[in-house]
């Protein structure tokens, strides 16, 4: 104790001249060196606080992509995510070699036959650098996130923490864009851009504030709050809806509903197959009325440029003038001719937006199309899974994601009657986890921290409540 006591003073004292020195000369890049020093020791001793804290600097994050020419870099939390990795597994080692019986969970067996596939794939890649890239940011989202988060959540107020945290952060951001669009008269077209630099554009950030929406009632009501708790909830619940309306982004709308209904689904218990029989009924009335349901699709002329709730909704259906509907169609039809020159290995993860130019067609080609392909992402987190690790990657992927919410469900089924605290939280995490992977339908986003750290840790989170739950006295 006393040696960390003096290593604090030494280095309050150095970080003082340094901040004095500073703001004397205005040499401003020199806070870099304290803040690196600072962090490494608040990484060292204060490691718990440090991973919780980035609940609230996701939502708050900035890609140095768009100030630099360098490459993307999400500050700061893909570095202390980074620094985090090495520092967990330097520890993992040093205390238990390459003992790893704890990760014999089904959850844990997917993801490791997932990422030994992603190495596989990677090795024949159109780019192999790019993809080893692409593999080593995805590891310092899950080693953190994922394996090593049971050393963090050891207890409710550590959970509630987390929550708290994220939605704060993600209620600053929207609080940030509708202000900026306000001046705006929230106009249709600046709500694309409007919550820059948080966020790239109004996709992500839709996905990012749907994710967030069951927060704030899931902490109202897993704990008894004080008046003035369940005030500041209340706030945050109205501040993240208004964000979703104002994000005109219609595949968020569109999840929300989504995960309401599977929500609804395992709330209420409805059996799997009554859930088959429907989804067999909506094939065969799709498969008898095929043509009159083209026909109507082809009458639908609504833009999603337009700022009505009921007219936005609608245009998601248009796949006949809606630039962004066809374009999405066109990354969709590109994927799956990726697939097909490559259906073993794909291309290699993360090259998509490099290869996928030379297969679009010249009828699928729109506005928004360039020839270069320089747009982007397949527009959805299977797709892209698809072309770039092959059937195989797809199929774990599909498998890891399923593992999660079998087990997440289990644990609401379990919980419902046995610890009410967990039973909320876990509908919590099965709404919001649902928006997400519903909207992967339509964007992927697990590339960056604005996801991928939410839903990660989320899924850790089933497997500590499930601990939680097994730990209770019978």
């Known amino acids: 104790m006393r040696t960390r006591a003096l290593v604090t003073i030494v280095l309050g004292s150095v970080l003082g001249f340094l901040l004095a020195y500073v703001f004397q000369f205005g040499w401003y890049l020199a806070l870099v060196f304290p803040s690196v020093i600072a962090l490494l020791y608040l990484a060292i001793y204060h490691t718990q606080t440090v991973f919780i804290s980035l609940a609230f600097f996701t939502p708050l994050s900035v890609n140095i992509e768009e100030y630099t020419d360098s490459f993307g870099l999400f500050l700061p939390t893909e570095a202390i995510l980074f620094g985090l990795m090495l520092l967990l597994l330097a520890n993992k080692i040093k205390s238990d070699g390459m003992g790893w019986i704890e990760y014999q969970h089904p959850l844990f067996l997917m993801l490791f036959l997932y990422l030994s596939w992603l190495v596989i794939s990677s090795i024949p890649s159109s780019n192999p650098l790019v993809s080893f890239k692409a593999l080593l940011s995805k590891l310092w989202f899950l080693v953190p996130c994922l394996l090593f988060a049971h050393l963090f959540f050891t207890d409710w107020p550590a959970i509630r923490r987390f929550f708290w945290f994220f939605t704060f952060g993600m209620a600053l951001v929207v609080i940030y864009t509708i202000v900026n669009h306000a001046g705006y008269n929230f106009g249709e077209k600046e709500s694309h851009w409007v919550m820059s630099p948080f966020y790239k554009d109004h996709t992500i950030y839709g996905a990012a504030v749907a994710l967030v929406i069951p927060f704030p009632v899931m902490l109202f009501l ?152 320089d747009m982007g992402n397949a527009h959805s987190e299977y797709l892209s899974a698809l072309s770039e690790t092959g059937f195989l990657g797809l199929l774990l992927l599909l498998g890891f994601i399923f593992t999660g919410f079998y087990y997440l469900i289990k644990l609401i089924q379990r919980s419902r009657q046995q610890d009410r605290q967990v039973f909320v939280v876990a509908c919590g995490i099965l709404f919001s986890l649902s928006t997400y992977f519903i909207h992967a339908f339509l964007n992927n986003f697990l590339d960056t921290d604005k996801a991928a750290i939410p839903v990660f840790t989320m899924f850790a989170l089933v497997l500590i409540l499930q601990r939680f739950l097994l730990l209770q006295p019978k």
């Open 222 to 373: 897993s704990n008894r709050q004080s008046p003035l708790s369940s005030a500041v909830l209340l706030a945050l619940f109205v501040i993240i809806l208004l964000g979703l309306y104002f994000s005109y982004t219609r595949a968020a709308w569109l999840s929300v509903f989504g995960a309401a209904g599977v929500l609804a689904l395992v709330y209420f218990r409805i059996h799997l197959r009554w859930v088959l029989l429907g989804v067999l009924f909506a094939a065969v009335v799709f498969i008898k009325f095929g043509d009159q349901i083209q026909m109507e699709l082809a009458r639908n002329k609504v833009e999603h440029t337009t700022e009505s709730f009921d007219d936005r909704l609608k245009s998601a259906t248009n796949v006949t003038t809606d630039a962004s509907n066809l374009e999405r169609i066109n990354r969709w039809a590109c994927a799956i001719e990726m697939f097909k020159e490559r259906p073993v290995f794909g291309f290699g993860l993360g090259t998509y937006a490099f290869e996928y130019a030379r297969f679009q067609e010249p009828e699928n080609l729109t506005i928004i199309s360039t020839n270069f392909g």
